[in-house]
């Protein structure tokens, strides 16, 4: 028998940090396709987003969690227990922190949880392209004090710098294992899961600091016409007042209009077809605080 078969290796890792970090700009970029939101605004991820990368010898599930931040409703409470969760489910937890940042308090609470598990931690300092490298070794050493982490790596997830360095630690803290997805396959999470965060993420950039995170988005439809080679989807908007409707519509129906304009490049380089894309906006008030619309719209508390 010949035994020299090269061993394969597969975790899942956690990427864990305060929100607005680069946690999913991180994992786009070590995906290669954009699979995780991406907001200048804090709590932009709402539900672990799966990301899946194949190499030749290994297969690394990477875990985008919500940023972990103190509770403010019933959906920051769903969002804080999928964050802590993830924590004891994975084989490496990558804790990222932001270079232009310091540490205080959001740091502290996070690096709080960690004292009860047992998981390999890394510390990756992200946005390293923003501070003099000078900057950086003083970071490192503050962060050496508070914690005993397995590994510290500095990157930019943004420019690329330094993430296949992390890529190569990562595997020799994974196990050996099999391929859990096939080598073609980058999420876990349906098609439609995808196009709703799509939208979303337009329309949080539209309308900056107008609309806070009282958004949600609802696909009512999403179908291939077997006639031609165009995906019709059709999705709500939901916020919670109807001033924040009178925004998202836009005069005219001008803001409306450029989110789906925008949203819709991208969900046609997800699905490779054309699509033709029809929005709705609709108020559902105090959605956040309320378990059955919560459900409706995917957070779903018994899963974690």
Same mark, same amino acid.
């Given at each position: 028998?010949?035994?020299?078969?090269?061993?394969?290796?597969?975790?899942?890792?956690?990427?864990?940090?305060?929100?607005?970090?680069?946690?999913?700009?991180?994992?786009?970029?070590?995906?290669?396709?954009?699979?995780?939101?991406?907001?200048?605004?804090?709590?932009?991820?709402?539900?672990?987003?799966?990301?899946?990368?194949?190499?030749?010898?290994?297969?690394?599930?990477?875990?985008?969690?919500?940023?972990?931040?103190?509770?403010?409703?019933?959906?920051?409470?769903?969002?804080?227990?999928?964050?802590?969760?993830?924590?004891?489910?994975?084989?490496?937890?990558?804790?990222?922190?932001? $270079?232009?940042?310091?540490?205080?308090?959001?740091?502290?609470?996070?690096?709080?949880?960690?004292?009860?598990?047992?998981?390999?931690?890394?510390?990756?300092?992200?946005?390293?392209?923003?501070?003099?490298?000078?900057?950086?070794?003083?970071?490192?050493?503050?962060?050496?004090?508070?914690?005993?982490?397995?590994?510290?790596?500095?990157?930019? $997830?943004?420019?690329?710098?330094?993430?296949?360095?992390?890529?190569?630690?990562?595997?020799?803290?994974?196990?050996?294992?099999?391929?859990?997805?096939?080598?073609?396959?980058?999420?876990?999470?349906?098609?439609?899961?995808?196009?709703?965060?799509?939208?979303?993420?337009?329309?949080?950039?539209?309308?900056?600091?107008?609309?806070?995170?009282?958004?949600?988005?609802?696909?009512?439809?999403?179908?291939?016409?077997?006639?031609?080679?165009?995906?019709?989807?059709?999705?709500?908007?939901?916020?919670?007042?109807?001033?924040?409707?009178?925004?998202?519509?836009?005069?005219?129906?001008?803001?409306?209009?450029?989110?789906?304009?925008? $949203?819709?490049?991208?969900?046609?380089?997800?699905?490779?077809?054309?699509?033709?894309?029809?929005?709705?906006?609709?108020?559902?008030?105090?959605?956040?605080?309320?378990?059955?619309?919560?459900?409706?719209?995917?957070?779903?508390?018994?899963?974690?």
């Amino acid at each position: 028998m010949n035994n020299t078969a090269q061993e394969h290796k597969s975790g899942f890792i956690s990427i864990i940090g305060r929100p607005n970090v680069g946690k999913s700009t991180f994992l786009n970029r070590v995906i290669g396709q954009k699979i995780a939101i991406m907001s200048d605004k804090p709590q932009t991820t709402r539900n672990k987003v799966q990301g899946v990368l194949t190499t030749n010898d290994a297969q690394f599930i990477f875990i985008d969690t919500p940023g972990i931040h103190k509770p403010k409703h019933k959906l920051g409470d769903f969002m804080m227990k999928v964050a802590q969760n993830t924590l004891k489910e994975v084989d490496v937890v990558l804790f990222m922190v932001n $270079a232009e940042e310091g540490y205080g308090r959001g740091e502290e609470f996070i690096l709080e949880k960690f004292q009860s598990i047992r998981t390999p931690i890394f510390l990756v300092i992200n946005k390293i392209d923003q501070v003099h490298p000078d900057e950086l070794l003083t970071i490192i050493e503050s962060y050496k004090e508070k914690y005993n982490f397995s590994e510290i790596i500095p990157i930019s $997830a943004l420019e690329g710098n330094n993430v296949e360095t992390l890529l190569e630690q990562i595997k020799k803290y994974i196990p050996e294992g099999p391929q859990y997805y096939p080598a073609d396959q980058v999420t876990d999470h349906p098609e439609r899961f995808i196009v709703s965060e799509l939208i979303r993420e337009k329309a949080l950039h539209l309308t900056r600091e107008e609309i806070p995170h009282s958004l949600a988005v609802l696909i009512d439809k999403m179908e291939r016409r077997d006639d031609k080679d165009v995906v019709h989807v059709m999705a709500t908007i939901i916020v919670e007042r109807d001033s924040q409707k009178g925004i998202v519509i836009g005069k005219q129906g001008k803001m409306l209009k450029e989110i789906g304009q925008r $949203a819709r490049i991208d969900i046609e380089n997800l699905l490779g077809s054309k699509v033709f894309l029809e929005l709705w906006v609709k108020v559902q008030k105090d959605w956040r605080n309320k378990m059955s619309q919560l459900r409706d719209f995917g957070f779903r508390e018994d899963e974690y």
